[in-house]
C-alpha cells in the first residue's frame, strides 16, 4: 500500500473509534498495515493534537473524543478503578492556558481493604 492509501485507511479507521482504543484495536480495523506503522501514526497523532493519549495498566489507549481517562488505585491490593472526572473547572481555575486532556491517578485504598 502506499503510503498515502495507508493514512487515508488509518485516519478512516480512526473515525470508527468513538471508545477508548490501543494501537491493536487499530491494528483490527486496518490489519494490512504493520503493526510498527500503526504504533508511529498513533504518537504522531498524539503529537499534532488529533488524538489524547492515555496511559491505562501500562499501556498506551487513546480517543479522539474523550478528555479524560482516570483510575483509583488501590495501594494495598492493587486493584484499579475507573473513574469519571466529569468537571475539570477546578483545573481550569489554576490554568492560564488551555485544557487538552486529562489524566488522573488517584490513589488510596478501596471499598474492600478498607472493610477487611
Ligand atoms: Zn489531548
Ligand atoms: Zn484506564
Ligand atoms: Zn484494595
Known amino acids: 500500500m502506499r ?7 488509518l485516519n478512516q479507521a480512526l473515525g470508527k473509534m468513538d471508545n477508548f482504543f490501543n494501537a491493536e ?19 504522531l497523532a498524539v503529537k499534532r493534537g488529533e488524538l ?8 498506551a489507549i487513546y480517543s479522539t473524543s474523550k478528555k479524560n481517562h482516570s483510575h483509583f488505585i488501590c495501594e494495598k491490593c492493587g486493584s484499579v478503578k475507573h473513574i469519571d ?8 481555575e489554576q490554568m492560564k492556558g488551555k ?17 477487611g
Open 25 to 43: 484495536d487499530l491494528h483490527a480495523e486496518v490489519s494490512k498495515i504493520g503493526i510498527a506503522t500503526i504504533y508511529r501514526y498513533l504518537t
Open 85 to 92: 472526572v466529569k468537571k475539570l473547572d477546578f483545573l481550569q
Open 3 to 9: 503510503l498515502t492509501k495507508q493514512k487515508h485507511a
Open 99 to 115: 485544557i487538552c486532556h486529562v489524566q488522573i491517578d488517584v490513589r488510596g485504598i478501596c471499598e474492600k481493604c478498607k472493610k
Open 52 to 59: 489524547h493519549g492515555y496511559q491505562c495498566n501500562n499501556k
